[in-house]
């Protein structure tokens, strides 16, 4: 299949991630991936990279080639580059256009629900609450619910939950 | 110097008896500390930037501008995804300041706004930089404990942003587990990841990460493991069970809190700390070791 190239994307990208012209393809990031190493190279960092260079939106965003979802944020790359290229934060980018394209795990939508309801990764369930007592442990006292509501909005958060 | 303590989502809401040991041992060596209070998901460094960078950037924000108003007050965090989290955030916003205006136009709304420069810290290196002091509490030394030490992901990388220990050949865990009498176990795999956070998205790689992991210290001859992240240890603790049904392994390693084991060398009895609580149970060895009645 033909490839197609999005310059706005590969303009965006290399304004918003600056660090990004700094590869040179050397392939280190890979070589020190747990997960390239365990899938034999079809998740490949350095090919993740590549893509964003060229400006491949689609193949990374719809057709997830490589699946930028398998990175483990270990942050060995970011450790080892010898470019000093931001490659998670350029995955996480990466992440949030699939999240626009519909394309992502089920589970950080979960976990992006309970942020915007709780303002918590992991509410407090009854059982935990009686562990607590139990423990002689004191309530925790968390953030107000208006407040988070009023940040959340603001940051449009709250509309891109309704709209995935 | 006064401590705030970020305690994160995991600890309190999953595994309350590590924040059961830590506030033991805090109160034992008289570290003056407070709760941060107000505060949101720090958010998972590894979770809410995947979905919503900007999001995740103000929440981090906040959390740290909750700290403006304590002149020379350190935060401190028993979780290493907290840590990474507050310590990239004021990073980020550090280092672009547009990023730190457009965060700030936010938090104006709700009469907040961050300054930059918070300290952060984690509880490991906390108690590392005072182990001197803090080995005077130790009563019980871990005599038997052959520990694996896993120092996880986030304790150690990006260095550039998390600025401890050294990334490649750390040691400051294994010499907290040597001062406190007990033996570090080298294994191998001993740098790589839990297998944690990719098991939002694929839980069979999750699941080859971890098993790697767990082969490493079953053939170390270690009978524990040391964590210092609640994600690394819901993960090590919960994930042993499953893996032993469906790749008919025998892993049987009780996962330790860096706090929990400082508690148990400061006298402090595993029935008043929730040991029981564990996943793996840790009865056998703690018997074993002299450490239960």
Same mark, same amino acid.
């Given at each position: 299949m033909t490839l197609k190239i999005d310059f706005g994307f590969r303009k965006q990208f290399k304004t918003y991630k600056f660090s990004l012209n700094y590869c040179y393809q050397c392939g280190t990031c890979s070589g020190g991936c747990p997960v390239a190493k365990l899938t034999n190279g079809d998740y490949n960092p350095r090919k993740i990279i590549e893509a964003c260079i060229l400006g491949l939106k689609e193949k990374l965003t719809?057709?997830?080639?490589?699946?930028?979802?398998?990175?483990?944020?270990?942050q060995k790359c970011v450790e080892y580059c010898p470019q000093g290229v931001e490659l998670t934060e350029i995955f996480d980018h990466v992440k949030n256009l699939c999240v626009e394209a519909g394309n992502y795990p089920q589970a950080y939508k979960a976990q992006g629900e309970a942020i915007r309801e709780k303002g918590s990764a992991i509410p407090m369930s009854n059982a935990i609450i009686k562990r607590r007592e139990r423990l002689g442990l004191p309530v925790m006292k968390t953030a107000s619910h208006s407040e988070i509501q009023t940040l959340l909005r603001e940051t449009g958060f709250i509309k891109k939950m309704e709209s995935i | 110097m006064e401590y705030k303590l970020f305690w994160g989502c995991t600890i309190p809401a999953r595994i309350p008896f590590v924040e059961n040991s830590a506030r033991k041992v805090f109160k034992k060596i008289g570290l003056n500390y407070s709760d941060l209070e *107000?505060?949101?998901?720090?958010? *998972?460094p590894t979770g809410l930037p995947a979905v919503d960078q900007k999001t995740w950037l103000t929440l981090g924000a906040r959390n740290l501008s909750?700290?403006? *108003?304590?002149?020379n007050s350190t935060v401190i965090s028993l979780c290493s995804g907290c840590v990474e989290t507050l310590k990239t955030v004021n990073h980020i916003l550090n280092v672009h300041g547009d990023k730190r205006e457009e965060v700030n136009k936010y938090l104006t709304k709700i009469g907040k706004k961050f300054s930059g420069n918070v300290p952060v810290k984690h509880v490991g290196q906390l108690i590392y930089e005072n182990l001197d002091e803090i080995k005077k509490y130790v009563v019980k030394p871990l005599k038997g404990f052959k520990v694996a030490v896993h120092y996880g992901c986030h304790f150690l990388r990006p260095s550039e942003i998390i600025e401890w220990d050294d990334p490649d050949n750390p040691k400051t865990l294994d010499e907290i587990v040597t001062a406190l009498g007990g033996e570090s176990i080298p294994y191998d795999n001993?740098?790589?990841?839990?297998?944690?956070?990719v098991g939002k998205s694929d839980e069979e790689l999750s699941n080859k990460i971890t098993m790697q992991k767990l082969q490493g210290v079953a053939d170390s001859g270690a009978n524990c493991m040391l964590v210092v992240c609640p994600a690394c240890f819901t993960h090590l603790d919960f994930k042993q069970k499953s893996l032993n049904k469906e790749m008919e392994t025998q892993f049987d390693y009780p996962v330790f809190y860096l706090t929990e084991l400082l508690a148990l060398a400061m006298g402090f009895k595993p029935k008043d700390l929730g040991?029981?609580?564990?996943?793996?149970?840790?009865k056998k060895l703690l018997l074993e070791l002299g450490f239960m009645d």
């Open positions: 719809t057709l997830l080639e490589p699946n930028v979802w398998q990175c483990s944020t270990c | *107000d505060t949101t998901c720090c958010p *998972d909750l700290v403006n *108003d304590y002149n001993k740098l790589e990841c839990c297998g944690c956070p040991v029981r609580y564990h996943v793996v149970k840790a």
